[in-house]
């Protein structure tokens, strides 16, 4: 079992920045794809970032070019960069990890308020 700790939301004003994090309890190496999503209440959950191996980055239409996925193998951490915030991007932020035989883990999430 994977768990999935995020951490580094809350409240910015528009035009902020913010760096989530993600904690992984397991090697990175051991996830075929590692993901950024965001969802608001009443809506579908919508794909942030994401990063897939061999080695690819996806980025959703509305956040590009203003955010950035990364990760550090060694922290076994994924981290989002996100800037140039809007109201918009008012949501709750999850990490989510898809194993190599297909079994995807998702973290608790954590809101991000951007408002004035």
């Known amino acids: 079992q994977v768990q999935l700790v995020e951490s580094g939301g809350g409240k910015v004003q528009p035009g902020g920045s913010l760096r989530l994090s993600c904690a992984a309890s397991?090697?990175?190496?051991?996830?075929?794809?590692m993901a950024w999503s965001r969802q608001v209440p009443g809506k579908q959950r919508e794909l942030v970032a994401a990063i897939s191996r061999p080695g690819g980055t996806n980025y959703g239409d509305s956040v590009k070019p203003r955010v950035t996925i990364s990760s550090d193998n060694a922290k076994n951490t994924i981290y989002l960069e996100m800037s140039s915030l809007k109201p918009e991007d008012t949501a709750v932020y999850y990490c989510?990890?898809?194993?190599?035989?297909?079994?995807?883990?998702w973290g608790q999430g954590t809101q991000v308020t951007v408002s004035s």
């Open positions: 397991g090697s990175l190496f051991s996830f075929r794809n």
């Open positions: 989510n990890v898809e194993s190599y035989n297909g079994i995807t883990y």
